[in-house]
């Protein structure tokens, strides 16, 4: 049996302190960002947050609400080959680019 030593940390024993901002006000907050992927060299601009896909979450709805947003959305694995047809065929491009997974079924 190995006996570990290490010191051991939880959330009690960690102060998170404010940092002082040059920002005037919080609308001055720009949350999207640019990544390029390093081995296919492809970019994508927009806000890094996904939406869950679990059932009440990932849905298409949420999906056309959030890609305003620039936030994309991990679909839920619960819609059938009709459903995804009829989502794809009444969206718009720019909805379909924040929706991970429908490449699946077109």
């Known amino acids: 049996m190995r006996i570990e030593e290490d010191l051991k940390l939880g959330f009690k024993d960690v102060l998170i302190r404010p940092k002082r901002s040059t920002l005037k006000s919080r609308s001055d907050v720009e949350l999207e960002r ?6 296919s ?10 939406a869950a896909n679990m059932d ?6 949420m999906a056309s609400a959030l890609a305003s947003f620039d936030i994309l959305t991990a679909v839920h694995k619960h819609y059938s080959v009709e459903e995804w047809q009829a989502f794809i065929n009444n969206s718009s491009a ?3 680019k924040h929706v991970n997974g429908f490449y699946r079924y077109v």
Not at 34 to 39: E, G, P, V
Not at 56 to 61: A, H, I, L, Q, R
Request: hydrophobic share 40%; aromatic share 16%; no cysteine.
């Open 41 to 50: 060299g492809q970019s994508w601009s927009g806000v890094p947050i996904i």
């Open 56 to 61: 009440t979450v990932g849905t298409f709805s």
């Open 94 to 96: 720019d909805v379909l």
């Open 34 to 39: 640019q990544f390029t992927f390093k081995h």
